[in-house]
């Protein structure tokens, strides 16, 4: 039997090992710290926290861990209210980008080719501006002196400016603009490699098409559904920016509790058993995503 190479052989073991690696380095560990951080006790010292990890004392480190900021999560519903309001505003926002997303994305695959480089290029144009300054540019278009009510109130249609900014609408209205290519990338993506004579076929055998839409170009876009929704609800839960700019002090998102317990109140204990429940939360639709990914593929071969 012939032997392989050992430096073949190291190098056939490096490569599924960087990914690991990267895994480790760059989510593994610091998800290690950021739990260890939720299981200690907030103390006025810097760290801001204790107990702190001591390698002459790794048992007595051990003992004084606790589960006391988890029991402060359950006891007191600011944070579910947080929680639940952020799930609900990210889903809303998930359901409307989907709506603005899809017809914008099955136009660019229905393009003619020559223009579909330049049309995903449009998309992605947002991207070379910087994220706070986009979001600033909504205060000023929603304002009540702002660009739209100036608009609308020379055209006639309002009387006086309307109230949008500092509301859950303004904050709905930031999070699609802001993801929008989020969603519209991966749906580009599948419905581009979609076979046009599937529907010239059922359009043929008598369907309507709108049949034809339902039946057939909205199951075989699944995929890239189920990727852009994912791509956009999971960090509209956790967004930050969006609501602290637009939202104003009555919305209330699990983001702005974290940002808040980190540095108004200096609980980083607190602040980090926040964020290990909303990781752990957040893993849920990304199993979802994969047990259903794994179906269709296997149902594929």
């Known amino acids: 039997m012939h032997k392989r190479p050992?430096?073949?052989?190291?190098?056939?073991?490096?490569?599924?090992?960087?990914?690991?690696?990267?895994?480790?380095?760059?989510?593994?560990?610091?998800?290690?710290?950021?739990?260890?951080?939720?299981?200690?006790?907030?103390?006025?010292?810097?760290?801001?926290?204790?107990?702190?990890?001591?390698?002459?004392?790794?048992?007595?480190?051990?003992?004084q861990l606790n589960l006391e900021n988890?029991?402060?999560?359950?006891?007191?519903?600011?944070y579910l209210r947080a929680l639940l309001s952020s799930v609900r505003i990210a889903a809303v926002s998930t359901l409307l980008l989907l709506l603005v997303g899809f017809p914008i994305a099955y136009a660019m695959a229905r393009a003619p080719e020559r223009y579909r480089s330049l049309l995903v290029a449009?998309?992605?144009l947002p991207f070379w501006t910087s994220f706070l300054i986009r979001i600033y540019a909504w205060i000023a278009i929603l304002k009540p002196?702002?660009?739209?009510?100036?608009?609308?109130?020379?055209a006639g249609l309002i009387?006086?400016?309307?109230?949008?900014?500092?509301?859950?609408?303004?904050?709905?209205?930031?999070?699609?603009?802001?993801?929008?290519?989020?969603?519209?990338?991966?749906?580009?993506?599948?419905?581009?490699?979609m076979d046009d004579t599937l529907l010239e076929a059922a359009l043929d055998l008598g369907s309507t098409p709108w049949r034809s839409f339902?039946?057939?170009?909205?199951?075989?876009?699944?995929?890239?559904?189920?990727?852009?929704?994912?791509?956009?609800?999971?960090?509209?839960?956790?967004?930050?920016?969006?609501?602290?700019?637009?939202?104003?002090?009555?919305?209330?998102?699990?983001?702005?509790?974290?940002?808040?317990?980190?540095?108004?109140?200096r609980d980083w204990p607190l602040a980090s058993s926040v964020a290990i429940v909303l990781l752990i939360i957040l893993v849920v639709p990304i199993v979802i995503y994969r047990d259903a990914e794994a179906r269709r593929v296997e149902?594929?071969?």
């Open 70 to 78: 988890y029991e402060l999560l359950v006891g007191d519903d600011l």
């Open 159 to 193: 009387s006086e400016p309307l109230g949008i900014l500092n509301t859950e609408t303004a904050v709905f209205i930031g999070i699609v603009y802001a993801y929008l290519p989020f969603m519209v990338l991966p749906l580009y993506a599948t419905l581009e490699k």
């Open 122 to 124: 449009l998309v992605i």
């Open 214 to 265: 339902w039946t057939i170009t909205v199951p075989l876009a699944m995929p890239g559904i189920l990727a852009g929704s994912l791509l956009c609800f999971i960090p509209a839960v956790g967004e930050f920016v969006i609501p602290d700019l637009l939202g104003g002090s009555e919305t209330l998102m699990i983001g702005r509790q974290l940002w808040s317990e980190f540095f108004s109140n």
């Open 299 to 301: 149902n594929v071969r």
């Open 145 to 154: 002196d702002g660009f739209l009510n100036q608009v609308l109130m020379g």
């Open 6 to 63: 050992l430096t073949r052989r190291l190098s056939e073991g490096l490569v599924p090992a960087v990914p690991f690696l990267w895994l480790c380095l760059l989510f593994l560990v610091p998800f290690l710290i950021v739990l260890k951080i939720s299981l200690s006790d907030p103390a006025i010292a810097q760290p801001p926290y204790r107990p702190v990890f001591d390698w002459s004392d790794i048992a007595g480190f051990f003992s």
